[in-house]
C-alpha cells in the first residue's frame, strides 16, 4: 500500500491537476510515494516523474531546530531504510514500466550536482525532503533556473521552515503565492 506521512493531500492532487505541457515532474522527499504517485496520476503531457530519495537510513538535519522536534515522541527524524525504497520500487512497477517514474536514489545534493538531471526543465516540483530553510532555498533555486514557462512548486511542512525567505528568493524568479493549506503551500510563476 502506498502511504504519505503528511497532511494536505487532497491539495497536492487538486494543485498536480495541471498541464505540464511535456516537461517533467519531480519530487524531493519520496518515502513510501503517495506525493509521487498523487502527482503521476493528476499531471497532463508531463514528460516523466522524477523522484529524489537517497534512503539507506541516513541522518541528517531535518529541520532548522530539530533540537526540539519531535517524530512519534522521539527526539531524532526518521531514517528510511533501503528496504522502503525496496517496497517503493515494488509498488511503483507499473508506473516504472511505463516510462512514467524514474527513482534518483541519491540525497537532494547529489540530485542537484548530477549532470544527468543538469539540462531538464521541470514544470512542478515537490519539495518533501529536508524541511531546513537553507536546504529548501538551494533545492528551490536549482529548480527556479530549471524552470519551465508556467511552473509549479509545491512545499510541504512548509511551517517547520522560514517560507517566507524562501518566497522572497523565488519572487525574483517571478513566482508568487497562489494557494495553501495547514502543511502544503503553492507558488507559481
Not at 512514467?100 to 550536482?113: C, E, I, P, S, V
Request: net charge negative; charged share 25%.
Amino acid at each position: 500500500m502506498i502511504e504519505g506521512d503528511s497532511l494536505d493531500y487532497s491539495l497536492l492532487n487538486d494543485w498536480a491537476d495541471f498541464d505540464c505541457n511535456g516537461y517533467y515532474t519531480c519530487e524531493i522527499g519520496v518515502r513510501r510515494g503517495l506525493g509521487s504517485k498523487i502527482i503521476m496520476d493528476q499531471v497532463k503531457n508531463n514528460y516523466f516523474h522524477i523522484g529524489v530519495d537517497p534512503y539507506g537510513d541516513r541522518v541528517y538535519q531535518h529541520t532548522d531546530n530539530d533540537a526540539n522536534s519531535k517524530w512519534n515522541g522521539k527526539p531524532t527524524p526518521p531514517t528510511y531504510p533501503d528496504s522502503m525504497r525496496d517496497q517503493l520500487i515494488k509498488d511503483f512497477h507499473w508506473y516504472i514500466k511505463q516510462g512514467k517514474f524514474h527513482l534518483a536514489n541519491m540525497t537532494d545534493t547529489d540530485f542537484m550536482g548530477s549532470n544527468e538531471y543538469k539540462d531538464k526543465r521541470f514544470a512542478l516540483v515537490h519539495f518533501d525532503g529536508p524541511h531546513t530553510t537553507k536546504d529548501v532555498i538551494n533545492e528551490s533555486i536549482w529548480f527556479a533556473n530549471r524552470a519551465a514557462p508556467k511552473t509549479r512548486f509545491i512545499f510541504d511542512d512548509y511551517k517547520t521552515y522560514d517560507m517566507q525567505t524562501v518566497a522572497d528568493c523565488l519572487h525574483h524568479f517571478s513566482f508568487k503565492p497562489l494557494a495553501k493549506g495547514e502543511n502544503k503551500i503553492l507558488l507559481e510563476n
